[in-house]
């Protein structure tokens, strides 16, 4: 029974390192100046964090990493229309990835994180379409597609070997 | 050991029929981008947008260079330059400048978009009637 709690608070303090992790990456990401000018389009490092707590926790605990990480972002820096976006585009990532991990059975991540970027660009375009209400903007869809799955592919393998070297001591 | 080798066919199976639908996606989205890229040269009517509603309209080829400040719903404005027949977003008081670093939209072909202040500018080629009455004659006679 002690141990069983000691588990619990030792897996909490874990995720809260995530989530702290996960947020400082995002954090970092806004400082970098956005190498291709187009609204949408960046690298989404902080979702590494959110995969790797994903294959290794499962979906329950990736939800509770994301959620830290958008109330903070938000609290920090956002309006509520850029938590908006975020939140949009996060949770149908998260989504997405959530079925395709258990789809590939936890295999070919970076298939899954791809498809995860392609949400999450979709999510944050459905947003951007509502607030300006223009139909020009559906110009972007195809270069959002070609970003999500690049930037997609390159975090999952990110995660992928970051899975491999972690070691299954701090999850058990 | 039979029923090991049929799962591990059918993971093979289920990864390769999502890359090849992600592969898709990508071709398909390249080639719509060469398509636009394609289509870039008749691009001459700017049409500005704020808080998704149509604000002005401007034929890039008859115009003459000036500047134009919009006020957002949010109390921020934005700046707009029109030089040498081509739009871009001059300035603007939104966070990270994106719409600014957007450039020129002749150049770009994509829509400016200030996200935070909800301003849009979008280029097209002109919709000629006259062109589609025209080509519709040519048919009936
Ligand atoms: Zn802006």
Sequence with gaps: MQSHTDSRIKQLAI?????ALSFGIYALETLIPNPIPIPGIKLGLSNIIILIVLYRYGFKEASLVLTVRLLLSCLLFGTLLSLLYSAVGGCLCLVIEGILNRFLK??????ASAFGALAHNAGQFLVALLVTRSLGVLVYIPYLAI??????FLTGLCAFFVLKKLPKSISS | MDNKEN???SENKRIFIVSAILALMLVASIV??????????????????????????????ESEDMTLTITA????????????????????????????NQGWAK????????????VVITISGPTNNDKEDNSYDAITY
């Excluded at chain 1, 995720?15 to 989530?19: I, K, Q, S, T």
């Excluded at chain 2, 719903?73 to 990270?96: L, V």
Aim: glycine share 6%.
């Design chain 2, 32 to 61: 719509a981008v060469l398509v636009l890229q394609a289509s870039k040269n008749n691009a001459s009517i700017a049409i500005i947008y704020v808080d998704g509603e149509k604000y002005t309209e401007i034929n890039l080829e």
């Design chain 2, 73 to 100: 719903s949010n109390g921020s404005h934005n700046t707009i330059e029109i030089k040498d027949h081509n739009i871009r977003m001059q300035s603007a008081e939104c966070k990270n400048n994106l719409c600014v």
């Design chain 1, 15 to 19: 995720l809260a390192m995530f989530a």
């Design chain 2, 107 to 118: 150049d770009t072909l994509l829509p400016i978009v200030c996200l935070p202040n909800n």
């Design chain 1, 147 to 152: 970003a999500g799955i690049i930037t997609g």
């Design chain 2, 7 to 9: 799962t591990k066919i």
């Design chain 1, 106 to 111: 936890g295999k070919a991540i970076f298939v």
